[in-house]
Structure formats: C-alpha cells, structure tokens
C-alpha cells in the first residue's frame, strides 16, 4: 500500500540580504513563521497577510500563507496562494516547492489528473527530487484507477439503460399479444377448423375420385365378353320335334298364303254388254 503524498512544510525564506531593503515585510514573515512553528495557525496567517499587504507579490509570503491555509484545511485558498507564489517566484527552488504543494491540494481535493499535472511542473524546475517523484507516481496510479472505474460505470450503465429498453420492449409485445387475443379470441381456433375442413374437403376429393374410378373398372368388367361361346346340345328327339314343328308352321303359312291368292283373283265371266 503506497503511503500518503508528501507535504513541504518547510517555510521559505528568501535572501537576506532583502531585509535591509524591506525589514518591516521580512519582519511579518518570520513572525508568521513563529506563530505556524507554534500551531497558531489564525496568528501565522494575520503576519503573512499584514506582508503582503506591503508586498503583494512576495512569493515567501504567499508560499507560507498557502502552507498555513492547507494546515486548516482551506484548500481553495492554499491553491490559490501556491498558484500565486509559482507565478512570482524568481528561482527554479521555488516553483518547484510551489507545484509540489499545489499537487498536493488536488490530492486532497480528489482531482488527480490536475495534481498529475503539478507534480510534473515540479519535476520540470526539480527533476532530482525523489518526494516528488513519488507523490507523481501515486497521482498517476489513482488517476488510472479512477478511470477505469468510471469505464466500468459507463459500461453498467450503458447495459442498465439496454436491459431496460429490452423489458419495455419485451413488454409491449406481451400487450399487444394479449390484445389480440382479447380482440379475437376465436380465430386461433377458426384457423384451426379451417385448416381440418380443407383436409377433409381434400380427403372427400380423393374419395370421389376413388368412387368414380371404381365404376369404370366394373363397368369395364361387365362389358367384356366372354371369350367362350355359350353351346347347348339338343337330344335327337328335341331335334325332330323342332323340325316337325317348323315345318308345319312353315306349312300354315303357305296355305294362308295360297288362300289369299285365291280370293283376290277376279272371276272371268260374261260381259255386261
């Protein structure tokens, strides 16, 4: 587990030769610095206030307010008195201690990828300093962690708001599928009938069929002659008979014949004269 970023809490004093040309400014810092040794924060911050007040642009000044500011948790100010100082500061020393603080208060403040880019001004002006370089790494590490987090909340959301959209969906397909049964009920069955009537009308097709062809090959059975001549065979008797018969039909006949002749040929007799 990495440990917390470190913080440089050391108070900065700048040239001393400055003293001669600014005491009364000088004299506010080191009593700031007396009172913030002491932990008295709100007395520390009335000095440094009372120095810039004569220096508005001292950058000791401004780095050990924003020190004391961070110290009572007012981190909106602290960033603001670390910008200041890193802005006015005549050395590489104290911009580099102005980012790595001001990197720090966007660690408290959460805001990783700005501390990120903090910590590396302060290696830009300080390359060779390992707390920095340290706080950098830790900065990097939970902005990477931070979003990958949000990737994987965008992803949830993303299904959330699919799943969501596939039940309304889902939904409405079971309304309208409940509609239509409501609004016809029978017709599941009516289809049903219709379909079994079309079977039937089809099976009493080929019913039909299957009579009208039967007839056809009966019909054609009963038509077809016999290949063999019926014979009856006639006793000699039976045969005499029949001829005795026919002749003597055959004999009636002539003589009705003959009769006929007779009685329509006129008689020739006298002339009527």
């Not at 019909?219 to 001549?229: A, F, G, I, L, V």
């Amino acid at each position: 587990m990495m440990e917390k970023p470190t913080f440089f809490w050391g108070l900065l004093f700048f040239g001393i030769s400055l003293m001669a040309q600014d005491g009364e400014v000088i004299n506010h810092i080191y009593e700031g610095n007396e009172q913030a040794s002491a932990e008295l924060f709100d007395k520390a911050e009335i000095a440094y206030r009372r120095a810039l007040s004569k220096a508005p642009e001292k950058p000791e000044a401004l780095y050990n307010l924003g020190n004391t500011h961070f110290q009572e948790q007012d981190f909106d100010e602290a960033k603001q008195r670390f910008f200041q100082t890193q802005k006015f500061a005549e050395n590489k020393s104290s911009k580099h201690h102005a980012f790595h603080n001001l990197g720090n208060v966007f660690m408290k403040q959460k805001d990783y990828a700005k501390a990120v880019e903090a910590y590396k001004n302060a290696l830009r002006n300080n390359p060779e300093d390992e707390e920095t370089r340290y706080n950098y790494a830790l900065a990097k590490k939970l902005l990477e962690k931070e979003q990958e987090q949000q990737q994987n909340q965008d992803q949830k959301n993303q299904q959330d708001q699919k799943d969501q959209e596939d039940q309304q969906d889902q939904g409405k397909k079971d309304q309208n599928k409940e509609g239509n049964k409501d609004k016809d009920p029978g017709k599941e069955d009516d289809d049903k009938e219709g379909d079994e009537g079309e079977d039937d009308e089809d099976q009493k097709d080929e019913g039909d069929q299957e009579k009208e062809k039967k007839p056809e090959q009966g019909d054609s059975e009963k038509e077809q002659p016999s290949s063999k001549p019926q014979q009856t065979e006639l006793s000699p008797e039976q045969v005499k008979s029949l001829l005795e018969a026919m002749n003597n039909q055959e004999k009636k006949v002539q003589d009705k014949v003959n009769a006929e002749k007779v009685q329509g040929t006129p008689v020739r007799g006298q002339k009527d004269w």
